[in-house]
């Protein structure tokens, strides 16, 4: 059964970067779909980004355009999620899940085997 771990998330200022990382055990990654979401306090949770088997990527959400970039490492079995540019409203829990394709993402409610997600935080 496929077990996604995530990591990276932690205190950075406006305008700084942090990696996030998504891991899977118990299954080949290179099946799978990996979609990032976050959920802020108070609010509905959200899908960022998602990329395919191929390695092709769902359109991301406007709000992160230009600044998050998704990737995959199949041979790690990890996906990543680069986010640069990083300010206050992108605080929030950053989730990863799969699917087969990415569908009908950025709803997440195709969406399988969700991480117990990591803190992200952007504070001066």
């Known amino acids: 059964q496929l077990r996604l771990v995530e990591s990276g998330g932690g205190l950075v200022q406006p305008g700084g970067s942090l990696r996030l990382s998504c891991v899977a055990s118990g299954s080949a990654l290179d099946y799978y779909a990996i979609g990032w979401f976050r959920q802020a306090p108070g609010k509905e949770r959200e899908g960022v980004s998602c990329?395919?088997?191929?390695?092709?990527?769902?359109p991301y959400v406007d709000s992160v355009k230009g600044r998050f970039t998704i990737s995959r490492d199949n041979a790690k079995n990890t996906v990543y999620l680069q986010m640069n540019g990083l300010k206050p409203e992108d605080t929030a829990v950053y989730y990863c899940?799969?699917?087969?394709?990415?569908?009908?993402?950025?709803?997440?409610?195709?969406?399988?085997?969700w991480g117990q997600g990591t803190q992200v935080t952007v504070s001066s």
């Open positions: 899940a799969a699917d087969l394709r990415c569908r009908e993402f950025p709803s997440g409610k195709r969406f399988a085997s």
């Open positions: 990329i395919r088997p191929d390695g092709g990527s769902a």
